[in-house]
């Protein structure tokens, strides 16, 4: 554990780490201490790294089960761990700004957490950047645990009990049609607003794109409170924008980031990203 150099990112969250070759053959302790920095950070970037498919799945694997791709699995039925977050195809081709694959991942642009419409949402996702376009292309993160700590304890009092609506076909719908299929795979899902971390006892609220309505209130009233605690979160000051590089792996924790991808021209730039993710304890209604 002493060997990884933990090089704070930001006052709300995040670490570079050093001093490890997530390639090669992890030790128990090396695992446990990604795991323990996952829990203290929310976020860790490993630059420099030396991945391909089989070595990243393996990685993943080291974290917990990982995480069927829910298009992959709701369109097609085909189990699939991996998401390519880019415009580069496996023959190398590039689908451009007109694409309709290129169009349905701009709902990437809004703030979301991963897999938030699944029943056991995710617990990290683990992304790492082969190609990079020259402008554009960043993602951006905030962390809704900071958020949490900042709010007045009347409001922490009326979040705690409730339950918020997550809607994948909800979100997105607004950039693009969703197959029928894959739309029936993920019915709305309710979770809990206020979730805390188990092994810190650190709250968070859980929100973004994918959050329709609380249980139980009105349209209006949803929308004035998720709004507002989005709002919270994501003010100029909150956000880490990473600036991808080659070689760079990122780790984020689901349970407590909101991110959003920042847009790039798919028609000059190529972007070739992997992404796998994995899976929660279990729903968070029963956490």
Request: glycine share 8%; net charge negative.
């Amino acid at each position: 554990m002493s060997a990884l150099a933990m090089d704070p990112l930001h006052d709300d969250f995040g670490a570079t780490v050093t001093g490890i070759d997530l390639g090669a053959a992890l030790t128990d302790d090396q695992v446990a201490a990604i795991r323990a920095a996952i829990d203290t950070y929310s976020f860790l970037v490993f630059p420099e790294q030396s991945l391909d498919d089989d070595r990243h799945l393996a990685f993943t694997r080291r974290l917990g089960e990982p995480e069927a791709n829910h298009v992959a699995l709701g369109r097609d039925g085909v189990v699939n761990y991996f998401g390519t977050i880019g415009n580069v195809q496996p023959d190398g081709t590039v689908q451009g700004n007109a694409h309709q694959q290129t169009k349905f991942l701009t709902g990437n642009n809004m703030w979301h957490t991963d897999s938030s419409f699944r029943k056991v949402p995710s617990l990290v996702s683990i992304m790492y950047a082969y190609e990079v376009p020259e402008e554009g292309g960043q993602t951006q993160y905030v962390s809704s645990r900071a958020a949490y700590r900042r709010l007045a304890e009347e409001t922490k009092q009326t979040i705690e009990p409730l339950e918020v609506i997550h809607d994948y076909v909800f979100s997105r719908s607004k950039v693009a049609k969703v197959d029928p299929a894959h739309a029936a795979s993920l019915p709305p899902i309710n979770q809990k607003l206020v979730r805390r971390n188990p092994d810190n006892g650190e709250k968070n609220y859980y929100i973004g794109s994918h959050a329709r309505t609380i249980d139980g209130w009105d349209e209006v009233d949803s929308r004035a409170l998720l709004d507002d605690l989005l709002d919270r979160a994501t003010g100029p000051e909150r956000i880490h924008t990473q600036d991808w590089q080659p070689g760079q792996l990122v780790i984020w924790d689901n349970r407590c980031m909101l991110h959003r991808g920042t847009g790039y021209d798919a028609d000059k730039y190529r972007r070739h990203m992997r992404q796998t993710r994995v899976a929660g304890a279990g729903p968070t209604l029963e956490e």
